[in-house]
């Protein structure tokens, strides 16, 4: 599989300005929503998912690089996005 089999080129945010990790995964969430790759009355339910799962553990693999991930009944196929955030949020990794 390539990243391009489910990365949604709509969702991706060049210019992510955000301060915080839960605002980070919201804006990433929101983009998949906007771009119609998940429901837009799930985004809330998918947040808090990827958000407990951040609680197990840090998503951040170092290097500025981090993978918020979950699953959701909602979504029944891999989907993702991608952001790039100039000033950098910490995922405590």
Known sequence: MKLTDFVI?????TDLKVTT?????RSLVGSLGASGSISQTDLD??????L???ELGSTGI?????????????????????ALCKEGVDFAS
């Open 9 to 13: 080129p709509e969702a991706i945010i």
């Open 62 to 82: 170092g290097k500025g690089v981090a993978v918020p991930h979950t699953k959701h009944p909602s979504v029944d196929r891999l989907v993702a996005t991608v």
């Open 45 to 50: 339910g998918i947040v808090a998912a990827i």
């Open 21 to 25: 990790k839960e605002e980070a995964i």
């Open 52 to 54: 407990k799962r951040e």
